[in-house]
């Protein structure tokens, strides 16, 4: 099975729906070191992603920008890594590789569940 993630934008239902049936292909899919995070907010976020030792955000591992209402890929080293929505270290959150989240904003991020 496989499970196409360019039509997932806009109902956060659908992405959390498609996660639970397949999280393992798309565990799969991701390879290693991927997070898929749904931005279920109205204005688009970047999201800069650190590797989970460091200690000083100098230079982050990357950042991709997601549009409301749509899914980005995450990614760095680590078992797992920490994400700074905008940037901001008071809002920083853990993904862990292979799983899928919804950002519903500051402070409120939550894993999706098969």
Same mark, same amino acid.
């Given at each position: ?9 806009? !109902?956060?239902?659908?992405? @959390? ?9 798309? *565990? ?15 204005? $688009? @976020? ?6 989970? *030792? ?13 549009? $409301?209402?749509?899914?980005? *890929?995450?990614? *760095? ?7 700074? $929505?905008? !940037? ?6 853990? @993904? ?12 409120? @991020? ?5």
């Amino acid at each position: 099975m496989s499970i196409d993630l360019s039509n997932v934008s806009g !109902d956060a239902n659908k992405f @959390v729906d498609q996660v639970t049936k397949g999280i393992g292909d798309i *565990a799969q899919q991701l390879k290693v070191n991927k997070a898929l995070v749904f931005n279920h907010t109205d204005k $688009p @976020v970047n999201f800069y992603v650190y590797n989970y *030792a460091d200690n000083l955000y100098w230079i982050s591992a990357m950042h991709t920008l997601v549009a $409301p209402g749509k899914v980005g *890929a995450v990614a *760095a080293s680590g078992v797992s890594f920490k994400v700074h $929505p905008g !940037d901001n270290t008071e809002h920083q959150f853990l @993904v862990e590789p292979g799983k899928a989240y919804l950002y519903h904003g500051p402070g409120s @991020v939550e894993e999706v569940k098969e």
